[in-house]
Every structure is written in structure tokens, then in C-alpha cells.
């Protein structure tokens, strides 16, 4: 199966937080996912933790690798940037990827994470989908340190609306 591409300074096991959740799912396609999740405007149609969404410079609706844009979740404002956007293809996964960041660069509130995923057609009409993040700086430290991990659980939560809004449609 395909891996995420991890750039320099965030490999897991490298930094404060880490979170990874998978789903299997049969009879939907990365066709019928893809549109879902490169288009930031429907994510709090399915996953309810993400709010206020919105581009800069006139980008969007869908996210192309070195878009600016911003979205709200877990509490933190988080401005973001477009690492990665390839649509799936063929035998090729989808692929999508971003850095984001909240609070003062270079303080104690600085988050930094990229968040990837991965979207891919299985033999016998089945689609995975991999959401990996990793995070930097002391706000990971402390979510990586509260039980239940509220990134495993947020993310799972992601999935799930995402997989139940591309079945209904």
C-alpha cells in the first residue's frame, strides 16, 4: 500500500504528536471521496470540528498545491498551506497534504502540523482512506498527552462523516 511523503522536521516519531487513522470501505470509489476532501468548503457539511473555512488570493474552491487558506478546529485558528494535491488517477492515489499553524512563531502557543492524506482504489470496489498528521511545539505535546488522544478521535471523526457524505450522495 502507498505511504505518505513526509517533509523534512515532521516524520513521525519526530515530533510532539502524531495521529493516524484508516478506513476500508467497500462499494465507494476515491472518485466519490476525492471531491469531498479537496474542497474545504465541504468539510464542515461531514465533519463538524472544522469551521470557517476560506481561501486567500482568490484561490479555491479546490485546494492546488501552494494555496493559502484557513480553517478552524480544535479550538485553534489555523492558517494553512496546500503541500500536496494530486488527484487519484489510474492506479495512483490520491494525494493530499497541507502544513498549518496557529499562534506566534517562535512562542510557547506555536502549533505546527502537516496533515496528509491518502485516497485509494482497492481490488473488489473498495477505497482506502489514510489520514496521517503530525505536530510540532507545545499545544501537540499537551494534546498528545490527554486520553483519549482528541486527534485520533477528531480524525476518525473526519472519516467517518467523509465516508457517510460520499455514500449519500
Excluded at 498549518?100 to 485516497?119: C, F, K, N, P, Q
Excluded at 503530525?134 to 490527554?146: E, F, I, N, V, W
Amino acid at each position: 500500500m502507498n505511504a505518505i511523503i513526509w517533509p523534512k522536521g515532521f516524520v513521525p516519531g519526530s515530533t510532539e504528536n502524531f495521529a493516524s487513522n484508516e478506513v476500508i470501505v467497500a462499494g465507494l470509489s476515491a472518485a466519490d471521496i476525492w471531491p469531498l476532501l479537496v474542497t474545504p468548503a465541504h468539510w464542515p457539511t461531514y465533519y463538524t470540528n472544522s469551521t470557517n473555512v476560506r481561501f486567500y488570493d482568490n484561490k479555491g474552491p479546490e485546494l492546488r498545491n501552494g494555496d493559502r487558506f484557513y480553517f478552524e478546529t480544535f479550538g485553534f485558528p489555523v492558517e494553512s498551506q496546500c503541500k500536496e494535491s494530486v488527484a487519484p488517477a489510474g492506479n495512483q492515489p490520491g494525494r493530499l497534504a497541507w502544513h498549518g499553524w496557529a499562534g506566534e512563531e517562535g512562542t510557547e502557543s506555536r502549533l505546527d502540523v502537516h496533515h496528509a492524506w491518502l485516497v485509494e482504489d482497492l481490488e473488489g470496489g473498495r477505497v482506502r482512506i489514510l489520514t496521517q498528521e503530525t505536530q510540532k511545539g507545545k499545544p501537540a505535546a499537551d494534546l498528545h498527552a490527554t486520553k483519549p488522544n482528541p486527534m485520533i478521535n477528531g480524525h476518525q471523526d473526519w472519516l467517518d462523516g467523509l465516508v457517510a457524505a460520499a455514500a449519500s450522495q
